[in-house]
């Protein structure tokens, strides 16, 4: 059995950012749920009920007591229905929010990233993908039809997969460069999801992956600090102004204890696959 591909983190030391200030990025606004979009939601019901149900106006309160445990009148599932309209909103969101702060790091990179190093981060995402199809017990082929992806398709979202996870990981370290971020072994699992903390620092302590771990959790911290204080302006409106620091001579500045801001809800869970650390070597 082949030695399994390890992904390759460029040294910080040899990169820059141009900018390591706020990241700026601009959102779509928000989408309110009408009237209208709420009966299509209920629509749905209609359709789903069979004969009994002919029309949106046949869904009153007694067939809510009928149908929903809890509720009681047809205004209660109008409003439940915009709630987690408004609650999935938030989360596409964040997601969206994200993504666009990812982006303005990347694009602050000085400096090209080897093509040999792309291509094994290519490689050993690949053999990745390979190990878990098999742990899923399905093939490559299976896995294609199902995405609806050619073998070429799939070929070239792996290499936008590579490229992505190679420069915003650079970015994030020379970020945490500047920022002297810093991960106490305390809190490595604040930042690395586990569903169970002590066996996982176990594990990485027997392994010997602490390092990297801690490396990975680094990263986490430094993205959601970039992702709570980024300057988010709305498509269509005009960018709020920014209000001016007032100096007062007789009170000394204080610079803020970054480690106390709040953390932002980062719930893009599947793409923390980019802070991946159990298989990392160094590009010297």
């Known amino acids: 059995m082949s030695e399994p591909t390890k992904i390759i983190d460029l040294d910080p030391a040899k990169y820059t950012l141009n900018d390591y200030d706020n990241v700026r990025i601009t959102l779509p606004p928000k989408e309110t749920m009408t009237e209208e979009d709420v009966d299509a939601e209920l629509f749905q019901y209609v359709i789903s009920s069979g004969k009994n149900i002919k029309s949106i106006a046949d869904l009153d309160d007694e067939w809510v007591k009928r149908t929903f445990e809890g509720m009681e009148t047809i205004d209660e599932v109008r409003a439940a229905i915009v709630e987690d309209y408004e609650r999935q909103q938030e989360f596409d969101r964040a997601d969206l929010k994200y993504h666009a702060c990812c982006d303005v790091l990347i694009?602050?990179?000085?400096?090209?990233?080897?093509?040999?190093?792309?291509?094994?981060?290519?490689?050993?995402?690949?053999?990745?993908?390979?190990?878990?199809?098999?742990?899923?017990?399905?093939?490559?082929?299976?896995?294609?039809?199902?995405?609806?992806?050619?073998?070429?398709?799939?070929?070239?979202?792996?290499?936008?997969?590579?490229?992505?996870?190679?420069?915003?990981?650079?970015?994030?370290?020379?970020?945490?460069?500047?920022?002297?971020?810093?991960?106490?072994?305390?809190?490595?699992?604040?930042?690395?999801?586990?569903?169970?903390?002590?066996?996982?620092?176990?594990?990485?302590?027997?392994?010997?992956?602490?390092?990297e771990a801690r490396r990975a959790a680094v990263r986490v911290k430094v993205m959601r600090r970039v992702v709570d204080t980024a300057i988010v302006?709305?498509?269509?409106?005009?960018?709020?102004?920014?209000?001016?620091?007032?100096?007062?001579?007789?009170?000394?500045?204080?610079?803020?204890?970054?480690?106390?801001?709040?953390?932002?809800?980062?719930?893009?869970?599947?793409?923390?696959?980019?802070?991946?650390f159990s298989v990392v070597s160094h590009n010297d």
């Open 233 to 276: 302006t709305i498509e269509g409106e005009e960018p709020k102004p920014v209000a001016p620091v007032i100096e007062e001579d007789e009170e000394p500045f204080i610079m803020p204890d970054f480690d106390e801001m709040p953390n932002p809800n980062i719930v893009n869970a599947g793409d923390f696959e980019k802070f991946s």
């Open 107 to 211: 694009s602050r990179i000085e400096g090209e990233i080897p093509q040999d190093v792309l291509e094994n981060n290519v490689k050993a995402i690949r053999q990745g993908n390979e190990e878990q199809l098999a742990m899923m017990q399905m093939s490559l082929t299976q896995y294609l039809r199902e995405e609806h992806l050619t073998l070429d398709q799939y070929e070239a979202k792996l290499h936008k997969e590579a490229e992505f996870q190679t420069k915003l990981n650079l970015a994030l370290d020379c970020m945490a460069v500047v920022l002297c971020t810093q991960v106490g072994n305390h809190e490595i699992t604040e930042y690395l999801s586990t569903p169970d903390p002590a066996a996982f620092i176990a594990e990485i302590r027997e392994k010997g992956l602490v390092e």
